[in-house]
DNA sequence: TAGATTGTTAATCGATTAACAATC
DNA sequence: TAGATTGTTAATCGATTAACAATC
C-alpha cells in the first residue's frame, strides 16, 4: 500500500504558536530598533522564556531560514511573522457595541498593535451615535447592513450585552461578516463555516486566581 | 518498593479546565435564573460544544456529585463553581495604568463578572488623579506604596505603557503584590515566585486572521 | 578546525476522547 | 427493570521537549 504523503503547508501553525508569535514579534522589533542584525533562538527563549526548540519550530512556521551558529536576521524575520500573521495588511473590522469594552478595544488599538483596524463602530444609544472614539465614529445600528456590503468587510468585534449578543451575530453573518471576536459570554450558535473567536475577560482571571490561592496555600 | 499515592487534592485543575469553568458558571447561572433544578453533563456540553466526557472532569474538580440519569443540581453547581474559582470572594485588586485599556477595565466589571473586584486606579498623569471611572477613583501613583500595605492588596493588573512596565512592576512586587495580571506586550522579569498572568490581545487576533485566511484560500 | 546553532526526527508529557462498570 | 448518566480507567491525540545529525 501506498501511503500518501501530504506536501507541508506553511499554514500549518498550532493554535500555541500562533498565539507565540505575536510576543515574538513585538520582541524582535524591539531589538530592531536597538540596531541589532542577527538573533539566534537560543537568545529569544532566554528572553520570553520558552524552550529554544521550540522558538526554533515556532519560527519554521513563516518558512525562514535560519544560519547555524549566526541565528536569524532580524529584519527578515520581522517581515515574515507580520507577513504570515497578516498584521502587516489592513484587516479592517467593524465593532459592535459601543460600551464600555467596546470603546475601550477602540482606543486601545491606537497605542498597541491590535493586529486588525476598527474602521466603524455601531450602536443602538442615541447618545453614542455621531461620536468618536479614538479616531472611530460611532454609527447607528442599523447602517451596518448597507455598509458591510459595501466596504466588503469579513470581521466582526462583538462587545454588546450578553443578552443580544446571538441575535446580532446572526445579523452580522447575514450582512457577509465571515469572522467573529466574541468578547461577550454567550455561546453564539452560528453556521460552521464562520469563524468564531470567544475572549471571556473571566477566564484569565479565573486562571491568576486559582494559582493566587494555590501559592498561598503552599 | 512501596508507590506513594499523592492524595487528590481539589486543587488539581488543568489550566484549560480552570479557563472553562468560568463559561459553565455563566450558562448555569442563566439556567437557575429560569428556574431549571438538574442539568445533566450531556446537557452543558451540548450547549458549550463541548465533550459530555470533559464536562464530567472539568466539574469533578470542585467535589460535586452528580446523580446518574439525573445529572446535578444546579443551585449547587453554580455554588461549588464559584466557592472553587474564588469568585465568591472580594479578590481586591489595584490596577495601575488608567489609560485607554485601564480605564475600560474599569467599567467593564461593572456589567461582567470579571472574577475580581478593583478597588483603585493609579496613574502619574495629573489630569487623570482625582477623577472617577465606573465608580473607581484614579489615585496619584506614589500612593501605591502605602496603600497597598495597609489595605494587603496581593493583585495588581497592569496597564501601562509597554515601556515603564518591567519598572513598575519591580515595584508592584515590592509593595506585596503577589500576582500580576499583566496587559502589556512586554515580558516580565521578576521572581519566581510572583504569579503573571500574561494577556495579549494580539495573540487571539493572531489566531482569528490566521483561521480566517486559510477558510478563505479553501 | 571547533563549536554553537539550525532543523528534523524521536521520546515524553499532558489533555482530550473513548470505553465501561456502577448506579439511580 | 431498562436505560440514561455518572465517574473512573484506558486509549488516543497533539504539543512540548530531548536527541542528534547537518552546517556555517
Known amino acids: 500500500m501506498?501511503?500518501?504523503?501530504?506536501?507541508?503547508?506553511?499554514?500549518?501553525?498550532?493554535e500555541p504558536?500562533?498565539?507565540?508569535?505575536p510576543g515574538y514579534l513585538f520582541y524582535l522589533k524591539k531589538m530592531r530598533e536597538e540596531g541589532m542584525l542577527n538573533i539566534s533562538a537560543p537568545t529569544?527563549?532566554?528572553?520570553?522564556k520558552c524552550d529554544p526548540t521550540q522558538?526554533?519550530?515556532?519560527?519554521?512556521?513563516?518558512?525562514?531560514?535560519?544560519?547555524?551558529?549566526?541565528?536569524?536576521?532580524?529584519?527578515?524575520?520581522?517581515?515574515?511573522?507580520e507577513n504570515y500573521l497578516g498584521f502587516n495588511?489592513?484587516?479592517?473590522?467593524?465593532?459592535?457595541?459601543?460600551?464600555?469594552?467596546?470603546?475601550?478595544?477602540?482606543?486601545?488599538?491606537?497605542?498597541?498593535?491590535?493586529?486588525?483596524?476598527i474602521i466603524a463602530a455601531?450602536?443602538?444609544?442615541?447618545?453614542?451615535?455621531?461620536?468618536?472614539?479614538?479616531?472611530?465614529?460611532?454609527?447607528?445600528?442599523?447602517?451596518?447592513f448597507s455598509l458591510a456590503d459595501r466596504l466588503k468587510v469579513k470581521i466582526a468585534i462583538?462587545?454588546?450585552?450578553?443578552?443580544?449578543?446571538?441575535?446580532?451575530?446572526?445579523?452580522?453573518?447575514?450582512?457577509?461578516?465571515?469572522?467573529?471576536w466574541n468578547f461577550t459570554l454567550t455561546n453564539l450558535d452560528l453556521p460552521g463555516e464562520i469563524i468564531i473567536e470567544n475572549t471571556s475577560m473571566s477566564a484569565f482571571a479565573a486562571v491568576l486566581l486559582r494559582r493566587l490561592n494555590d501559592s498561598i496555600i503552599k
Open 122 to 144: 455601531f450602536d443602538v444609544d442615541k447618545d453614542k451615535v455621531g461620536t468618536q472614539i479614538g479616531g472611530i465614529h460611532v454609527l447607528e445600528y442599523g447602517k451596518i
Open 17 to 21: 504558536t500562533l498565539r507565540r508569535l
Open 158 to 180: 462583538l462587545t454588546t450585552p450578553n443578552n443580544v449578543a446571538q441575535w446580532v451575530a446572526e445579523e452580522l453573518v447575514d450582512c457577509g461578516i465571515k469572522a467573529i
Open 89 to 117: 495588511k489592513p484587516n479592517e473590522a467593524f465593532l459592535i457595541g459601543a460600551g464600555n469594552l467596546g470603546s475601550a478595544l477602540m482606543a486601545y488599538q491606537e497605542s498597541q498593535t491590535l493586529g486588525l483596524k
Open 44 to 48: 529569544i527563549g532566554k528572553e520570553l
Open 2 to 14: 501506498i501511503a500518501v504523503r501530504r506536501n507541508k503547508i506553511s499554514g500549518q501553525a498550532s
Open 55 to 81: 522558538v526554533v519550530k515556532d519560527l519554521s512556521v513563516t518558512g525562514i531560514k535560519g544560519k547555524p551558529k549566526v541565528g536569524y536576521n532580524v529584519y527578515e524575520l520581522c517581515q515574515v511573522i
